[in-house]
């Protein structure tokens, strides 16, 4: 019996600190917390593993956007997503002459409402198991599951996994995925 609570208690040693996010709200991201009351902006500039998605969205104009009211899903890829993207194509992209095209690539990874993903899932199995999802860049997206996870696949046919869900904001949702979501023209 003394052992049964010894072990029971070192689960919930072991489990406070995703108890504790759970009751407090945000899951981390890249070990950085993330604060329900700031906007998409101000949280992801906090996260470690997002640097390249914040230099895009400075380069092509987006902060002021994604500080506004919403509400925004946005499917958040990171550093290591960008690094899977050709050689130099992330340099390329940050160019001002590519403005349009990296601007179109980053609005193909935010949806105009907020999306937890229960609600996804729902509209997943709602849909016989591929649920289109339309970004603010005119892209179109397939949710699906695999397993427990949610992917997304673009129109080229990559397909991303979203890693972290959920990641409340002010003014609307993050999703953590581990590849950058293309249009079908690029």
């Known amino acids: 019996m003394l052992r049964t609570l010894a072990t029971t208690a070192l689960a919930l040693t ?9 009751a407090h709200g945000n899951p981390t991201v890249g070990g950085a917390e993330m604060s329900a009351e700031m906007n998409i902006i101000e949280n992801a500039v906090n996260s470690p593993i997002h640097t390249t998605l914040v230099a895009a ?7 002021e956007t994604l500080q506004g009211e919403g509400p925004f899903t946005v499917f958040a890829p990171t550093d290591d997503a960008f690094a899977k993207l050709p050689e130099g194509t992330v340099e390329t992209l940050v160019m001002p002459e590519n403005k349009d095209t990296l601007t179109t690539i980053l609005t193909c990874h935010v949806v105009g409402a ?6 996804i899932a ?7 198991g591929a649920h289109m999802v339309e970004t ?4 179109m997206l397939t949710a699906e599951m695999d397993g427990e996870n949610i992917t997304l696949t673009d129109e080229q046919g990559n397909v991303a996994t979203v890693t972290i869900a959920d990641v409340k904001q002010s003014n609307g949702v993050i999703h953590v995925i581990d590849t950058v979501m293309l249009p079908a023209a690029m």
């Open 14 to 22: 072991l489990s406070t600190g995703i108890a504790s996010a759970a």
């Open 57 to 63: 969205v400075q380069a092509a104009g987006l902060v």
């Open 114 to 119: 907020e999306a937890m993903s229960d609600a």
């Open 122 to 128: 729902g509209m997943i199995a709602d849909d016989s």
């Open 136 to 139: 603010l860049g005119g892209c």
